[in-house]
Nanobody, 115 residues
Framework: QVQLLESGGGLVQAGGSLRLSCAASRRIFRCNAMGWYRQAPGKQRELVAAITNGGSTNYADSVKGRFTISRDNGRNTVYMQMNSLKADDTAVYYC?????????WGQGTQVTVSS
């Protein structure tokens, strides 16, 4: 089992930046991929960014060029740097771990961007 703990959310003005962190209870290099998802009120949860065990990354079109996902295997932590934030980025952000023994989610962290 993998426990994930997100942090770094908060309230920021449009154009500002935040960095989200996801600390895992197990070595993340054993995970096939780690990702960040978000869910805005009244909308479905969507993939924002993901990074594989090999370091390949994937981003939603809406965040390309603004968000950067990275991982620190030594700290068992995944990060997402979010720049040029927009009001549309307002959502609860969830960390996800895709492993050979299941898929795991964190409890989420709220990001609110004021326009």
């Amino acid at each position: 089992q993998v426990q994930l703990l997100e942090s770094g959310g908060g309230l920021v003005q449009a154009g500002g930046s935040l960095r989200l962190s996801c600390a895992a209870s197990r070595r993340i290099f054993r995970c096939n991929a780690m990702g960040w998802y978000r869910q805005a009120p009244g909308k479905q949860r969507e993939l924002v960014a993901a990074i594989t065990n090999g370091g390949s990354t994937n981003y939603a079109d809406s965040v390309k060029g603004r968000f950067t996902i990275s991982r620190d295997n030594g700290r068992n932590t995944v990060y997402m740097q979010m720049n040029s934030l927009k009001a549309d980025d307002t959502a609860v952000y969830y960390c996800n771990a895709d492993t050979n023994f299941g898929e795991y989610w964190g409890q989420g962290t709220q990001v609110t961007v004021s326009s």
